[in-house]
T-cell receptor, first 113, second 110 residues
Framework: EAQVTQNPRYLITVTGKKLTVTCSQNMNHEYMSWYRQDPGLGLRQIYYSMNVEVTDKGDVPEGYKVSRKEKRNFPLILESPSPNQTSLYFC????????????FGNGTRLTVT | RKEVEQDPGPFNVPEGATVAFNCTYSNSASQSFFWYRQDCRKEPKLLMSVYSSGNEDGRFTAQLNRASQYISLLIRDSKLSDSATYLCVVMNSGNTPLVFGKGTRLSVIA
């Protein structure tokens, strides 16, 4: 089944403890992206990647890192999480950016205390 | 002016009603347009692309007005299952990421 898989679905952590949210897609998509969604603010893009070893900042990259060492995986790294990073995170992928639908993962609800 | 703007709603409509949402975009060079649907606490899913000539998929009709820089979504004969948030999505050029509106919340009431 074609899908984007994020893990974990739920995560509660403490300020400053490094964490990684994994994202994997099995559709051989070139484009992958991370979003966070907060009430009243909608979906905001954190980082995106057009292809392997190519990553770019989105609208809200501060406090996050990503890597794209292989096509299928696009992990999101929070080196030192803070409470303002408490949010619902979505990973997404598409075949190409232009005119292709985005396929989203199920989401990761992160709480930083 | 924000890049993509939507009326946040909520729109509360009775079953069977026809409801329309508009979405305005600021970049006249925008090339591709989409409507996504998002159920509460779930991931967004593509509802339909929006083509220049307008397009229809069952009870859903999407239209693009380039002169006034807006897209619209019309839902006819609303069902309870149509209750969701509808996200307007715009792509500005071939290699730039999609821009999401904040969404319009629809509640269809029995």
């Amino acid at each position: 089944e074609a899908q984007v898989t994020q893990n974990p679905r739920y995560l509660i952590t403490v300020t400053g403890k490094k964490l990684t949210v994994t994202c994997s897609q099995n559709m051989n998509h070139e484009y992958m992206s991370w979003y966070r969604q907060d009430p009243g603010l909608g979906l905001r893009q954190i980082y995106y990647s057009m292809n392997v070893e190519v990553t770019d900042k989105g609208d809200v990259p501060e406090g996050y890192k990503v890597s794209r060492k292989e096509k299928r995986n696009f992990p999101l790294i929070l080196e030192s999480p803070s409470p303002n990073q408490t949010s619902l995170y979505f990973c997404a992928s598409s075949d190409r950016v232009y005119n292709s639908p985005l396929h989203f993962g199920n989401g990761t609800r992160l709480t930083v205390t | 002016r924000k890049e993509v703007e939507q009326d946040p709603g909520p729109f509360n409509v009775p079953e069977g009603a026809t409801v329309a949402f508009n979405c305005t975009y600021s970049n006249s060079a925008s090339q591709s347009f989409f409507w996504y649907r998002q159920d509460c606490r779930k991931e967004p899913k593509l509802l339909m692309s929006v083509y220049s000539s307008g397009n229809e998929d069952g009870r859903f009709t999407a239209q693009l007005n380039r002169a006034s820089q807006y897209i619209s979504l019309l839902i006819r004969d609303s069902k309870l299952s149509d209750s969701a948030t509808y996200l307007c999505v715009v792509m500005n050029s071939g290699n730039t990421p999609l821009v999401f509106g904040k969404g319009t919340r629809l509640s269809v009431i029995a």
